[in-house]
């Protein structure tokens, strides 16, 4: 049966674009129209991958596109209820599709329903173009699928998505205070700045004093935002957009692994990820080699952790030991490559992992404690000289004026 590559739209004017077996083009054509979709191009041959679009109207997306770790772990828990419940997949995804909240995990589930139609089996159909899930949760339905352990494995992927949710939150949140100092000390500044200042300067010009030099200073910044604010919030926005494609271009972990004190504690993070998902796609039946390789591309595709990873997987493939690669580097801790190399060669890798991982997520809760009661003072003794400084300057002019009039 020839295979028909197609390009359109769904109804929610969402591009789609795959392949479909059938009969004849017409035949494909009214299968694709039976499901919704305006076809735009169909032709014999392998599927397309340019846009319909034009770039100027094409989304934009921040991130890498994917739905929060968060809503990926409460689709996996959807999902393996409704497997333990024994449902057909035609009605499973029914359900799972009214049944979820996020509009892009229904239009998700309405192109897995549209490829089950034409009998393709749930993890094939899951994995459709432009999907909003992680390497990571296609992998354990195909997985899980051979292995027939569909709703097991989807309650322990959601219980991993859930710890990297809350750690990822925890960072997040012990980082708000210091944001919140940051942020008082820039309004306490530009109080200072656009109010008290200003307040002060006629006083001095009209006894013909010289104002004191950091009164002088904040005055000076005064007239430089205000004669030229329109230039300084251009650059803030310039910046700011520049730095944002920084991050998006430049390989991100790689970065954050080379900061002197954020280094180790990123680098402990990734580890701890890596090991527990990959002991986690080991122990729903995927092969070592693969199980690395999806970990890594799952967990940080651009870290030197996890292209070392990358690089242990084609070392399997090629009939060598996965501790090899790791025991060259020494970007790794001694004790991650001793203990992984002493569980690959007693066939006890799985349990290693698991140890691993707890090992490197507790070091990592503790370096994030050590580094936030460090940061937490050292901001608070910044901040607090900076405002003892405005706060002398003010208080020194109004001891000058005070003289002056007696």
């Not at 700011?240 to 692994?257: F, K, Q």
Request: include cysteine; aromatic fraction near 8%; hydrophobic fraction near 50%.
């Amino acid at each position: 049966m020839p295979t028909y590559a197609y390009q359109g739209f769904d109804g929610q004017g969402q591009e789609e674009s795959g392949s479909i077996e059938a009969h004849s083009e017409t035949v494909a054509f009214s299968i694709l129209q039976s499901r919704g979709l305006t076809v735009v191009d169909i032709r014999e041959g392998a599927a397309q991958q340019r846009s319909l679009k034009p770039w100027y109207l094409r989304d934009i997306e921040f991130g890498n596109g994917l739905l929060k770790l968060e809503q990926q772990a409460i689709v996996a828990e959807l999902l393996a209820s409704l497997f333990s419940s024994g449902l057909p997949a035609d009605e499973l995804v029914r359900v799972a599709k009214i049944s979820s909240e996020d509009k892009r995990v229904r239009q998700h589930f309405e192109q897995v329903a549209g490829r089950l139609v034409d009998g393709m089996p749930f993890a094939e159909a899951f994995e459709t173009k432009n999907h909003p899930f992680s390497p990571i949760f296609i992998s354990f339905l195909k997985v899980s699928d051979e292995a027939n352990a569909m709703s097991n494995n989807l309650l322990e992927l959601a219980r991993f998505l859930k710890v990297q949710d809350n750690i990822r939150q925890k960072v997040l949140s012990a980082l708000i205070y210091p944001a919140i100092l940051i942020l008082a000390a820039v309004l306490l500044l530009l109080l200072v700045v656009f109010y008290l200042a200003p307040s002060l300067a006629p006083i001095f010009l009209g006894l013909e004093r010289p104002m004191p030099p950091t009164l002088a200073f904040l005055l000076s910044i005064n007239a430089l935002l205000s004669q030229f604010w329109l230039f300084v919030a251009a650059g803030i926005v310039a910046g700011t957009a520049l730095a944002v494609l920084i991050l998006r271009l430049l390989p991100r972990a790689a970065l954050l692994e080379r900061i002197p004190i954020w280094g180790p504690l990123t680098t402990s993070r990734t580890l701890s990820q890596l090991c527990y998902a990959t002991r986690l796609l080991l122990k729903s039946g995927m092969p070592l080699a693969d199980a690395m390789r999806i970990s890594a591309q799952f967990v940080s595709p651009n870290s030197r952790v996890g292209a070392l990873f990358k690089e242990a997987s084609r070392a399997i493939e090629d009939g060598q030991a996965a501790s090899s690669v790791f025991e060259k580097s020494t970007k790794l801790p001694v004790s991650f490559r001793e203990l992984f190399k002493v569980g690959e060669y007693s066939n006890k890798l799985s349990t290693t992992l698991q140890t691993l991982s707890e090992m490197y997520s507790a070091r990592t809760d503790r370096q994030v404690a050590r580094m936030l009661s460090l940061l937490t003072p050292l901001l608070t003794l910044i901040l607090g000289t900076a405002i003892g400084v405005l706060i002398y300057t003010v208080m020194g002019a109004i001891l000058d004026v005070n003289e002056v009039a007696f």
